[in-house]
């Protein structure tokens, strides 16, 4: 039964989610009773995962809807997850995560904080793996089993505020950029040295749509973003020189990314709109270092870095590249090199 079609994740009215809770979760009530309290309430949202569109039968579903924890073990618990269920001919494919971390994304965005769930014991696994911890004592559920409460705390994430250079202004990327940004992000000379191709309109709007929210679809990094204007107004095409990133997974090192459109190359830009947002970056966010990578071929970029203080750290295989032959070197700067900057640049 297994499909090779390409898993997608959509929303779901609650009936939706119905039939699969059934064979899943409670075979042994009726189809009627796997409609739950709370399934419509104000914020509720359904998710499932289809192979292939748009039709396709379901292979994962999942609700989550504002409720607090009323066990008090997850104390703060605010979204409350349900119906978890993945076909059983589809275990084990990720369609669970996916799921799970689009419940999670709609929480974030309607503003929750520590989405929880009465976990059956056989899936604390999967939920321990998104990050998720369990609260309080085992407790038997009658006819189901042993569950345990679980939570995750989402951390709070920080927004890209808008900055200014000699010549430049850096404004946090909104979704509706895309429009602006797209013919000068599709130069097929930017996309020399990576691992994409240029995209299409619809695939770039979902792109900075992405990049706009601020949060990874996993909720296990920031993504700060930034236009790059040199002009005054509001962002436009001929304003457009460019864009910095700056991506903070949890736990990890924090990277730096930027890009400057062709028709402003050689003009410094790239190292004077880096060298603000890494001031933001050691001033306000407080990171310790901060690494880069570029194409062993990009032959401009290590100038920059170098420029910008960084040092050479390694060579290795570029692990985004289909091909597996592009070779990536990857540059780090420390905090001594991040105080630095704020006193040279
Ligand atoms: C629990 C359930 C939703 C998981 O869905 P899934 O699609 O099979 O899981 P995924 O493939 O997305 O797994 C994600 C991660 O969890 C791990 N995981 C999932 N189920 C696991 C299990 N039973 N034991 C150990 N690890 C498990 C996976 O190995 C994977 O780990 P990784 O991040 O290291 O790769 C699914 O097995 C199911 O429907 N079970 C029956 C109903 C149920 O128990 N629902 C939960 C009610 S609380």
Redesign the pocket.
Known sequence: MASDSAPVVVALAARDTHALRHQ??RPHQTLADCAYPGDEVQGAHHAGVRLGMPEAPLV?IGSIAPEADPSGHAVLGDWRIRG???HPD????????RVLDALVAHARDAGGAVPW????E??L??YE?AGFRTYGERFDIAGIGPHFVMARVLPPRPKAPELRTARLRLVPLRAADAELTFDALSDPALYAFLAESPRTRAAHEAVTRRMARGISPRDDATWLNWLVLDREGPPSAESFAGTCQLTLPDGDMPTLGYAVVRDRWGRGYAREASAAVLRFLAETLGAPAVEATHDVRNVPSPRVLEGLGFRFVETRPDTDDPSGEAVERRYMLDAEGLRALGRTI
């Open positions: 899943v979760l994962a978890m269920a993945v589809h275990r084990g494919a990720r369609h669970g995560r769930c009465n976990a059956r056989r899936a696994r999967f793996r």
